[in-house]
């Protein structure tokens, strides 16, 4: 079993910048991808960002692309989501999770889920 707790969530201006991070334990997570997915208030949860097992590749969401970068520290047990130039449209509660699966962006694919953190973007 593997554990997640994300944190890092908090309420941010138009623009602004947040890093989250994704804490795991009960295993190691070198060996799964790991993802970030939002749900919007009212709204269905989305794949935001993916990275492989050695973060040779990152894959992200069109939405955020090129303002949002993944990373993960597999000595630290941790995977990261660096946010910036945020906008209101990306208030949501952000998941992380882990994934046997590599590449994906199915959330049912996914093993194991944190419990989420807010973020919250004011205009």
């Known amino acids: 079993q593997v554990q997640l707790v994300e944190s890092g969530g908090r309420l941010v201006q138009t623009g602004g910048s947040l890093r989250l991070s994704c804490a795991a334990s009960?295993?190691?997570?070198?060996?799964?991808?790991m993802g970030w997915f939002r749900q919007p208030p009212g709204k269905e949860r989305e794949f935001v960002a993916g990275?492989?097992?050695?973060?040779?590749?990152?894959y992200y969401a069109d939405s955020v692309k090129g303002r949002f970068t993944i990373s993960r520290d597999n000595a630290k047990n941790t995977v990261y989501l660096q946010m910036n130039s945020l906008k209101p449209e990306d208030t949501a509660v952000f998941y992380c999770a882990a994934s046997r699966i590599p590449g994906i962006r199915d959330s049912e694919k996914f093993d194991y889920w944190g419990q989420g953190t807010q973020v919250t973007v004011s205009s």
């Open positions: 990275i492989s097992w050695t973060a040779t590749n990152t």
């Open positions: 009960g295993r190691t997570i070198s060996r799964y991808a």
